[in-house]
């Protein structure tokens, strides 16, 4: 394996090439179909691209293993989010593509396959044993690896939302706080937020919680969480309907108590969390000052550390419980799915070998080593597949295990964060508006008013209103049966 | 014959266009088409002007300009005053001025995303430095934090960029003090002209030219400021510290609508072109060239 190695040797390229010649030879010969290069003794060397979350972290040690096993060298390269989609679409489009497996957000998937930039992974996927794929969660496959009934990517690390509290605070302020098995609403939550703020608490002056207020992606990512809960819909009719209608429902009453309840996290918020990220507000819960927040599950293990990544206990570390997330009233809970996936480029020529590293580092045998290591203090519990979630080795380094699978049972990416052709930018002014109300620039009615303005406008304009395009009725009923058809 | 000099000078004039004009050209195209990468991989078809009034409707084009232009001016002149004294400080001869000399280059070999990520931690409203400056010395912060202000944030931005540039300011300002003639110092001294005199009638003049220049060419590079908005506020709170650059950033590398941002493009190098032009007019009219 090769880390951020941007130079190739000649004979490294030498290899490669005749590794591929040898390939396209075999193919072109009718030699057995997709004869691999390696499985003909010819070295091969593949190049991924990866987001930075922590599975890299995991993936990075362990990822010798797939050389071992497979004789498939590895260059592993990271980039930040952002840094990602720019380089994977502007190599894309200018037909660039230097990598052979790339990391996918979910957002991403529609743009990718729609495009032609990845291939869409049926053909690999059928009838091959070793993926497994029914040991995969639905609910996972459906929110992050799945377009127009396609198998797009294999899913890395998936990530839903819960509860972190701090027990002591709780116990010391006779809060009562359910466990996995109860639940509790919105209103409730907000008390016992409201109940923590401003209390000392072992000498500490508590914060009642904390959330994401940076624009434009780390304040959508926790707000629409409030806002699925609350039975908020972006679209009259996407994904799940057969014919897309991508008129905007955001001026709703149910996005109003959302956004109404956001406020009042952040008025019971440390201030300077209006210009949080993904991690400031899981460094900050760590630091030991706030009561209880919710985020993206990776934070289950990663408050565990006084910092990202750094492998150095927190002052939370023994002294936190998981709760599942509020709910509206009567409404049926929906929870946010992330994550992040692998895909294969459609320019690269190794697609073989990349799709056995598809199927290695989605395997259950791989994500659970992944878990087991112990570089930065147990860094990675975000699994896909249902199997590892009753792992007794696992379970006993993650004990919050159980409730994190509930919670991505209940989960459904498609309706928190619908991937509208266009999302990126309905996430940049969904995130500038809502910055605006915590700020108190405009009231929550205002907000809403622009945003469905604004989103209209950016629809009507990408010819997304009316939709003229091919439908697809994107049910999770749609995903159980192309699991089942390619199992 | 006659045409040797044309020829010898092709080349250059030749990869000139290439590298200038043809980007900007193919922008020129790009912004009269409806291309938006996250729908499609090639322009789906001609809009005449639509992009650029998509462009000027939208009130985060004027947010920031105005933000552009407030960071751009005063980051500037402040980048120049500051500069230029500590110039006329390294010209004199105290003891470990070589030493400043050698430490005053090093903000501006760091790359400003960088600078970004110090200043974030310097700002830091849990334990940062300067927030723990200011709040030592009685001011006011606010409860936000300096970059979660909207009064704060812009500026939050233009001390980071202050703090990075103005070396290069006094770098280039001293060398250009240094060409000064020490005869005509002495004479000057001998006159009994005071400090402020010499600096006036003699050394200001002689860093004239070179400080014209460098100004323009700082105000260029600020204008386009992007990596520390990026980092420090991402533009916000709201649109309270959003940049040209950093909107360009966004409509291209975020929305990947290549049509609108291809339009902001040549917005900005209208409104540049129509700067620097009239600083050219009157800075530059009373010289010899």
């Known amino acids: 394996m090769k880390m951020r190695s941007s130079g190739v040797s000649r004979r490294q390229v030498l290899k490669t090439t005749i590794g591929t010649t040898a390939g396209a030879a075999a193919y072109s010969l009718g030699l057995g179909g997709r004869a691999p290069a390696y499985a003909q003794g010819n070295a091969t060397t593949i190049r991924v691209l990866s987001v930075e979350d922590p599975f890299f972290f995991a993936l990075r040690d362990v990822i010798g293993d797939f050389t071992d096993q497979t004789g498939i060298d590895v260059e592993l390269e990271s980039l930040s989010y952002d840094a990602m989609q720019a380089r994977l679409v502007t190599s894309f489009v200018s037909n660039t593509s230097d990598a052979d497996v790339v990391t996918v ?110 624009q434009p992606t780390p304040i959508v990512h926790m707000f629409t969480q409030a806002a699925a809960s609350y039975g908020a819909r972006w679209f009259a009719d996407f994904p799940a309907s057969p014919e897309w209608d991508f008129t905007p429902t955001i001026n709703s009453p149910e996005m109003m108590a959302a956004v109404d309840q956001y406020a009042r996290l952040y008025d019971l918020s440390p201030p300077e969390a209006i210009n949080y990220l993904w991690f400031d507000a899981g460094t900050r819960f760590s ?201 | 014959m006659a045409y040797l000099p044309y020829l010898l000078v092709a080349p250059s004039i030749i990869l000139l266009l290439g590298l200038i004009a043809y980007p900007l050209v193919f922008a020129l195209k790009n912004s009269f088409y409806f291309w938006n990468l996250q729908t499609s991989a090639t322009p789906v078809g001609f809009v005449g002007f639509a992009n650029y009034q998509m462009v ?25 005053a500051f500069g230029l004294a500590i110039a006329l400080l390294l010209s004199t001869r105290l003891r470990g001025m070589s030493v400043a000399r050698a430490l005053l280059i090093m903000p501006t070999t760091i790359a400003p995303i960088v600078v970004g990520f110090l200043f974030r931690y310097m700002y830091d409203p849990q334990g940062g430095i300067i927030t723990w400056l200011m709040a030592s010395i009685g001011l006011d912060l606010p409860a936000q934090g300096i970059l979660g202000s909207t009064n704060t944030a812009l500026l939050a931005i233009l001390i980071a960029d202050v703090w990075q540039w103005t070396p290069f300011f006094a770098i280039i300002l001293y060398a250009g003090l240094l060409s000064v003639p020490v005869s005509l110092l002495e004479a000057a001294r001998l006159d009994g002209a005071s ?43 709201g649109t309270s510290s959003r940049t040209l650059g950093y909107t360009l950033y966004q409509q291209g590398l975020i929305d990947f609508n290549i049509g609108m941002a291809s339009a902001t493009t040549w917005l900005v190098v209208i409104i540049v072109n129509a700067i620097v032009g009239l600083y050219i007019f009157f800075a530059f009219r009373k010289w010899e060239w």
């Open chain 1, 105 to 214: 957000d979910q957002m991403w998937t529609g743009q990718y396959i729609d495009n032609g930039w990845i291939r869409p992974l049926d053909e690999f996927a059928a009838g091959d044993a070793d993926l497994d794929i029914t040991d995969f969660m639905p609910e996972v496959l459906y929110s992050l690896n799945t377009w127009r009934g396609h198998l797009a990517t294999l899913p890395v690390a998936a990530y839903a939302q819960g509860v972190m509290y701090r027990r002591s605070v709780a116990d010391q302020l006779g809060l009562d706080i359910p466990d996995a098995t109860g639940s509790w609403t919105w209103d409730a939550y907000t008390d016992t937020i409201a109940a923590m703020n401003g209390q000392n608490v072992n000498g500490t002056d508590m914060f009642g919680t904390v959330i994401c207020g940076s």
């Open chain 1, 287 to 487: 630091t030991g000052d706030i009561g209880m927040f919710y985020w993206w599950t990776p934070y289950f293990y990663l408050i565990k550390n006084n910092g990202y990544m750094t492998g150095e206990p927190s002052v939370v570390a023994d002294d936190y419980g998981i709760a599942p997330l509020p709910v509206a009233g009567s409404t049926p809970q929906v929870i946010s799915l992330g994550g992040w996936s692998f895909g294969i480029p459609s320019t690269t020529e190794k697609a073989d070998a990349a799709w056995e590293f598809l199927k290695w580092s989605t395997s259950a045998a791989t994500q659970k080593a992944m878990g087991l290591v112990d570089t930065y203090n147990y860094q990675f519990s975000d699994f896909a597949r249902r199997s590892l979630y009753d792992d007794s080795d696992l379970t006993a380094i993650y004990p919050y295990l159980g409730t994190q699978a509930g919670m991505l049972a209940q989960g459904n990416g498609k309706i928190a964060r619908p991937p509208a052709p266009v999302y990126t930018t309905l996430e940049g002014i969904m995130g500038l508006e809502l910055n605006k109300v915590l700020i108190g620039q405009q009231t929550a009615e205002e907000a809403l008013s622009t945003m469905d303005d604004l989103f209209l406008n950016t629809l009507r304009g990408n010819f997304l209103i009316p939709y003229s395009l091919p439908s697809f009725d994107d049910t999770p009923e749609a995903t159980v049966e192309l699991i089942n058809r390619l199992a």
């Open chain 2, 56 to 80: 000027l409707a939208s009130p985060a084009f004027l947010n920031s300009l105005i933000n552009t232009l407030v960071l751009t001016f005063s980051g500037t002149a402040l980048e120049f």
């Open chain 2, 195 to 237: 400090a402020w005199v010499m600096f006036w009638r003699i050394k200001f003049p002689f860093v004239m030219r070179t400080a014209l220049i460098i100004l323009i060419l700082r105000f260029m590079q600020l204008f386009n400021t992007f990596d520390l908005v990026l980092v420090l506020t991402r533009g916000g709170p």
